[in-house]
């Protein structure tokens, strides 16, 4: 449904037609973390997460999983291959 609370206009998963059944029925502004993220829109009573309602919960455990501003680097290992056994798996 639509929100009618704080993101007007914005398809809400936690609107219902009694109002917004979210944990305290609002909707919690951005962290500092959250600068920068193409998620984040501003609306009349300040910045918020469109993707999620608690953005602080989600960089509680370390970077939020929406936020499009940070990149993680994979950490891609080369293991080093025996030549020997690589030789008599190619030839099977």
């Known amino acids: 449904m ?3 609370t704080i993101k007007e206009g914005l398809e809400c998963p936690f609107m219902t037609k009694k109002g917004c059944s979210y944990n305290g029925g609002i909707c919690h502004k951005i962290v ?3 600068d920068g993220c ?3 829109a501003e609306f009349s009573s300040g910045w918020y997460c469109t ?3 608690d953005p ?3 960089w509680g455990n370390g970077s939020c999983n929406f936020a499009s501003h940070v ?3 994979s950490a891609s290992t080369k293991t ?3 030549p020997l056994k690589a030789s008599k798996r190619g030839n099977r």
């Open 38 to 40: 193409n998620r984040s």
């Open 32 to 34: 500092d973390q959250c």
């Open 51 to 53: 993707a999620c309602p």
């Open 2 to 4: 639509v929100c009618t």
């Open 56 to 58: 602080s919960l989600k």
């Open 71 to 73: 990149s993680t680097a």
């Open 80 to 82: 080093k291959i025996n």
